[in-house]
Each structure stands twice: as C-alpha cells, then as structure tokens.
C-alpha cells in the first residue's frame, strides 16, 4: 500500500510538472523559428561585406534598410505606398462581387453551373502577361488596366472556393430544412451560406494573395506612380537597394492582409474554433 500511495504522488507531481515543461519549451521553440531568417540575413550581410555578393546584383541588408529610411523619409515610399493600396482596393472590391455573383449563380443552380462554370474556368488559365496587351487596348494605359489585372487575379480564388463551398453543403442538413418547412431563401441564409463561410475565407485569403501578384506585373508596365514604378526607377539605375526595398513593402503588405483575413476568420467562426 505504501508503494502504491508513491507511485501515485509521483504521477501527480509528473502530471503537474508537464504543463510548466510545454510553457517553458514554447517560447523557447517560437525563438527557434527566427533563427533561419536571422542566419540567412547574417549570411547575405557578410557575403556583401566580403565582395561575394557585389552592391550592382544585390545590396546588402545594412544599404537596404538606409534606402528605405531615405525613401520613407523624403516621402517617395508613401506616396508609392498609397497607390499601390488604393489600386488593390478598388481591384479587390471589384472582383468580389464579380466571384460572388458568379460563385452564387453557379453553386445554386445546376443550369447556372453548364453556364457559368466552363467559361470560368477557360478564364482562369490564360497568363496574366498575355492579358496586358488586350487590356491596355481596351482601356488604355492609366489606371484601369492596372485595376483590371487586380480584379481578376481576386477573383479567380474568391469563385472557385464560394462554388466549391455551396456545392459541399450536407445534404442530409438540406433535407432537414426541407423537413421543416424552410423556404429557400432561408435555407440560403440559415445553410448554405454559412457552411459555405469557411471555404469563402479560404478563396479571400488565396485571392488577397493573388491579387499583389496581379498589381506586380500591373505596376511594371506603363506605371507612372507605386511601388512598380519605383521598383522600374531604381532598375534603371541599377539600385538593388531600392529594388528590394519595393519588393519588401509588397511583402509586408500581403503578409498584413493575410493577417486580417485570419483575424476575421476567427471571429466570424467562433462557433467552429469553439467545438
């Protein structure tokens, strides 16, 4: 008996003593994950420093964050900054009610599938690059193009995720509905949307990813102002140091929006993270 009484102590103070060993090996392990990132800034910094890497095929970490604080300061990085975003903006709300509708018309309605769904999908396909000149001839070279490229690369991602999710809806929750006496706008509101909720954030998130992409290549071509067009400025006299630091703001950028969306997931599906 007296064993036994021991052994049990020494379980609890075991079971006890595992959460404080988890808390202490988290920040431990969160710390870890910079590590890659810092050695591979290290490694870059001291490569430029012993002329491995020469400053005309790409400058050092120390040049890149000097440019940015010139850039920042003399106020070329806002403005740049703000149309850029303004342009992802308006692109953004433009492809998704384009997704929405079309995602909607196709995932609610077999006909609207034969319809809408081949075109869609030919759509999706065809290279961004080989757009631009039909775009630049429809709508000319200021800034529509550029909206244009933004609006579609969203809502590829946005359409395909809202169609697959309606199409995804339990039947046997449908047939339950119908059991009750729902109409069907309220079995749109109350079902379909909802379950569809998930696979929607999941296309926003893909299609804010894409939609950088999209004003990229946009901003590279017959830009007169944002980051694509500093990044084309500095190109042209070879200042990597610039070049890089447009490319880091794209970075940050994208990163911030992906970062909202999943805030947003969270809290419109509390009841998911709940269970």
């Given at each position: 008996?007296?064993?036994?009484?021991?052994?049990?102590?020494?379980?609890?103070?075991?079971?006890?003593?595992?959460?404080?060993?988890?808390?202490?090996?988290?920040?431990?392990?969160?710390?870890?994950?910079?590590a890659?990132?810092?050695?591979?800034l290290l490694?870059?910094?001291?490569?430029?420093?012993?002329?491995?890497?020469?400053?005309?095929?790409?400058?050092?970490?120390?040049?890149?964050l000097?440019?940015?604080?010139?850039?920042?300061?003399?106020?070329?990085?806002?403005?740049?900054?703000?149309?850029?975003?303004?342009?992802?903006?308006?692109?953004?709300?433009?492809?998704?009610?384009?997704?929405?509708?079309?995602?909607?018309?196709?995932g609610?309605?077999?006909?609207?599938a034969v319809?809408?769904?081949?075109?869609?999908?030919?759509?999706?396909?065809?290279?961004?690059?080989?757009?631009?000149?039909?775009?630049?001839?429809?709508?000319?070279?200021?800034?529509?193009?550029?909206?244009?490229?933004?609006?579609?690369?969203?809502?590829?991602?946005?359409?395909?995720?809202?169609?697959?999710?309606?199409?995804?809806?339990?039947?046997?929750?449908?047939?339950?509905?119908?059991?009750?006496?729902?109409?069907?706008?309220?079995?749109?509101?109350?079902?379909?949307?909802?379950?569809?909720?998930?696979?929607?954030?999941?296309?926003?998130?893909?299609?804010?990813?894409?939609?950088?992409?999209?004003?990229?290549?946009?901003?590279?071509?017959?830009?007169?102002?944002?980051?694509?067009?500093?990044?084309?400025?500095?190109?042209?006299?070879?200042?990597?140091?610039?070049?890089?630091?447009?490319?880091?703001?794209y970075?940050?950028?994208?990163l911030?929006?992906?970062?909202?969306?999943?805030?947003?997931?969270?809290?419109?599906?509390?009841?998911?993270?709940?269970?």
């Amino acid at each position: 008996m007296p064993v036994l009484a021991a052994d049990r102590t020494h379980d609890v103070s075991s079971a006890a003593a595992t959460p404080q060993r988890r808390s202490r090996r988290r920040p431990l392990s969160g710390l870890w994950r910079w590590a890659s990132p810092v050695g591979l800034l290290l490694a870059w910094q001291l490569a430029s420093s012993t002329g491995i890497l020469p400053d005309d095929k790409l400058s050092s970490p120390a040049k890149v964050l000097a440019a940015g604080l010139d850039l920042a300061t003399s106020g070329q990085l806002g403005d740049a900054f703000v149309v850029s975003l303004r342009r992802v903006l308006i692109g953004v709300a433009v492809g998704a009610v384009i997704a929405l509708a079309l995602g909607l018309v196709a995932g609610l309605s077999r006909w609207g599938a034969v319809l809408v769904d081949p075109p869609v999908q030919m759509l999706r396909t065809l290279p961004f690059l080989g757009l631009i000149p039909l775009f630049i001839i429809w709508f000319g070279i200021g800034e529509e193009p550029k909206i244009a490229l933004v609006a579609l690369g969203f809502a590829f991602p946005l359409y395909l995720n809202v169609y697959a999710g309606i199409r995804d809806t339990d039947p046997q929750l449908l047939e339950a509905t119908a059991v009750l006496g729902f109409t069907r706008w309220e079995r749109l509101a109350h079902v379909v949307l909802p379950a569809a909720l998930p696979q929607a954030l999941v296309g926003l998130r893909q299609g804010l990813g894409v939609a950088w992409l999209s004003l990229i290549v946009g901003e590279q071509i017959n830009a007169d102002a944002g980051l694509g067009y500093l990044i084309n400025n500095a190109r042209d006299f070879l200042r990597t140091d610039q070049v890089v630091v447009g490319l880091v703001v794209y970075a940050a950028l994208g990163l911030a929006t992906d970062a909202l969306v999943r805030a947003l997931e969270r809290r419109a599906l509390r009841w998911r993270n709940a269970r």
